[in-house]
């Protein structure tokens, strides 16, 4: 019984004993207002882009791409302080972060541009940085493409989902 009354005062004197490598502190704010998206709130923005009938042999090539389409997010109601506009890891991404086809496979993909005419590879964005109008307004406009990684695209319908999200 005294062992095993030792062995239990010494097991709860060694918690103590140990030692953290690092403190980490947590801040955060909850904001009264985030921007309106093309009218929108809430999550509920969704933006369509339809991109171009293309023919395959434009997608042929290795690191092709073809049907350039400008789309835009129209942003009001914002706090108007630093901002940016990042596109979330969710969904259908490939390694070379494009958005994958969702339907029967044509070896292309979606590849999105960011304001700044830069190529958004999804699984490192860092996000676009902006600061919105005094008016609390912004524009920001991006592209999306036929992307074909290894060439040899197939007809076909293709279709994917990208999410794209806003922090302050």
């Not at 239990?8 to 947590?26: E, K, R």
């Amino acid at each position: 019984m005294k062992k095993l009354l030792v062995a239990a005062i010494l097991s709860s004197a060694s918690v103590g004993a140990f030692a953290y490598d690092a403190q980490v502190n947590f801040n955060g704010e909850v904001l009264d207002q985030t921007c309106t998206i093309n009218g929108k709130s809430d999550g509920s923005a969704v933006v369509t882009v339809t991109l171009p009938k293309v023919n395959k042999s434009a997608l042929a090539g290795a690191e092709s791409w073809a049907g350039n389409t400008p789309f835009q997010f129209k942003l009001s109601d914002c706090p108007v302080q630093a901002t940016k506009a990042k596109w979330e890891l969710r969904g259908e991404v490939d390694a070379a972060g494009t958005l994958k086809n969702t339907v029967a496979g044509t070896n292309a993909t979606v590849r999105l541009i960011d304001p700044s005419n830069n190529y958004i590879n999804i699984q490192t964005d860092a996000g676009y940085s902006f600061t919105p109008a005094a008016d609390g307004s912004a524009t920001l406009n991006y592209m999306a493409q036929y992307y074909s990684k290894a060439g040899s695209a197939t007809a076909g319908v293709l279709q994917t989902v990208g999410y794209w999200t806003l922090t302050y």
